[in-house]
């Protein structure tokens, strides 16, 4: 059996160095989107005018279009510093599991994917930050749904369990799996990687780099296992 390949190195910890990241990225965040917003305001006025020929609108609203996408990854790139606010704190997993089941059904509707749902009953408290653990589970779903929607069998699961039922770690184990084409360890340790996609040009490649450094802020473990056409996330969540 295929072993997991977790994200353990990419907790980023407290300290100046940190700090320093957070600070950072966020003035070059607010740098670009300021730059960014210019783009897409003269691409706009442009647009509006009736008399441009049609290879410069064209190009207008490839402009415009670009500098939306950009924005967009920029909102992606704070994720990927982290949340300095995450509060761990105990939480009932019943608010969890009615946040999981919605939005496995609504990312599944919008890629043409059905993923079974598995939440085991009488589950134990959590340890987490309620918003930090939403930005994690999300592109998990949506990295599972993805996946699916690119093979024949368009197949994706979620299954929770309490502690002991599937591991031996003692926490909380959540599972997303989809069909996949096999992945060497290597290959899944680069899925972690800032701007790594194994997806089309259009991702970012930071959803689950974004994921591992907030699961690794909670106090949560985040693994990938690619083992007979399907990937395994694995999500270890600590009880309360």
């Given at each position: 059996?295929?072993?997991?390949?977790?994200?353990?190195?990419?907790?980023?910890?407290?300290?100046?160095?940190?700090?320093?990241?957070?600070?950072?990225?966020?003035?070059?965040?607010?740098?670009?989107?300021?730059?960014?917003?210019?783009?897409?305001?003269?691409?706009?006025?442009?647009?509006?005018?009736?008399?441009?020929?049609?290879?410069?609108?064209?190009?207008?609203?490839?402009?415009?279009?670009?500098?939306k996408i950009a924005s967009r990854m920029n909102e992606a790139l704070l994720g990927a510093a982290g949340n300095p606010g995450v509060s761990v704190e105990k939480m009932n997993f019943a608010d969890v599991r009615s946040f999981l089941v919605r939005k496995a059904e609504e990312v599944g509707a919008q890629h043409g994917v059905s993923v079974a749902t598995t939440i085991g009953e009488a589950l134990?408290?959590?340890?987490?930050?309620?918003?930090?653990?939403?930005?994690?589970?999300?592109?998990?779903?949506?990295?599972?749904?993805?996946?699916?929607?690119?093979?024949?069998?368009?197949?994706?699961?979620?299954?929770?369990?309490?502690?002991?039922?599937?591991?031996?770690?003692?926490?909380?184990?959540?599972?997303?799996?989809?069909?996949?084409?096999?992945?060497?360890?290597?290959?899944?340790?680069?899925?972690?990687?800032?701007?790594?996609?194994?997806?089309?040009?259009?991702?970012?490649?930071?959803?689950?780099?974004?994921?591992?450094?907030?699961?690794?802020?909670?106090?949560?473990?985040?693994?990938?296992?690619?083992?007979?056409?399907?990937?395994?996330?694995?999500?270890?969540?600590?009880?309360?």
């Amino acid at each position: 059996m295929a072993d997991f390949v977790f994200a353990d190195n990419y907790s980023l910890g407290a300290g100046h160095a940190r700090d320093y990241l957070r600070i950072f990225l966020r003035g070059l965040v607010h740098k670009q989107n300021n730059y960014l917003g210019v783009i897409q305001g003269f691409s706009s006025l442009m647009l509006t005018e009736e008399g441009i020929t049609p290879g410069i609108r064209e190009n207008a609203l490839q402009m415009h279009e670009s500098a939306k996408i950009a924005s967009r990854m920029n909102e992606a790139l704070l994720g990927a510093a982290g949340n300095p606010g995450v509060s761990v704190e105990k939480m009932n997993f019943a608010d969890v599991r009615s946040f999981l089941v919605r939005k496995a059904e609504e990312v599944g509707a919008q890629h043409g994917v059905s993923v079974a749902t598995t939440i085991g009953e009488a589950l134990p408290d959590l340890r987490g930050d309620a918003g930090a653990l939403r930005d994690v589970l999300v592109p998990l779903l949506v990295n599972a749904v993805e996946g699916a929607a690119e093979t024949e069998s368009r197949a994706a699961s979620l299954d929770v369990f309490a502690p002991g039922k599937a591991s031996e770690s003692g926490h909380i184990d959540l599972f997303v799996r989809n069909s996949a084409a096999d992945l060497s360890e290597p290959e899944l340790e680069k899925c972690f990687e800032p701007f790594h996609s194994t997806k089309s040009g259009e991702h970012f490649g930071l959803g689950l780099t974004a994921a591992a450094i907030l699961a690794g802020d909670m106090g949560m473990r985040l693994g990938l296992r690619s083992e007979s056409g399907t990937m395994t996330a694995w999500l270890a969540i600590p009880p309360a």
